[in-house]
Nanobody, 124 residues
Framework: EVQLVESGGGLVQAGGSLRLSCAAS????????IGWFRQAPGKEREALLC????????YYADSVKGRFTISSDNAKNTVYLQMNSLKSEDSAVYYC?????????????????WGQGTQVTVSS
């Protein structure tokens, strides 16, 4: 059974940091690209970052460059999202997803598997 399980969300003050984890199972981890997305109430889902677990190539949305970092621990089948200098507008449900066999940065529709999400709330 394919599973992506996010963890590490919670309540943090503006300017603080959080590290989210995405633990994957049920598929060959380094065949996939893993992406992080978020969705705030009333807003569209936003693609944030993506990493190729095979070679470590990363892709970043302009909105998070310099504040968010994605990394992968292939031995643990886990991808991390380090979020620094958090702002109230970063409050959202954060999701990870896995995409197989897509060149470059996969668009959201190309992701095959999705986690259930973890809530991040940034208080101002």
């Amino acid at each position: 059974e394919v599973q992506l399980v996010e963890s590490g969300g919670g309540l943090v003050q503006a300017g603080g940091s959080l590290r989210l984890s995405c633990a994957a199972s049920g598929f060959t981890f380094d065949d996939y690209k893993i992406g992080w997305f978020r969705q705030a109430p009333g807003k569209e889902r936003e693609a944030l970052l993506c990493i190729s677990t095979r070679d470590g190539v990363t892709y970043y949305a302009d909105s998070v460059k310099g504040r968010f970092t994605i990394s992968s621990d292939n031995a643990k089948n886990t991808v991390y999202l380090q979020m620094n200098s958090l702002k109230s507008e970063d409050s959202a449900v954060y999701y990870c997803a896995a995409a197989l066999g897509v060149a470059g940065r996969p668009p959201p529709v190309k992701y095959d598997f999705w986690g259930q999400g973890t809530q991040v709330t940034v208080s101002s």
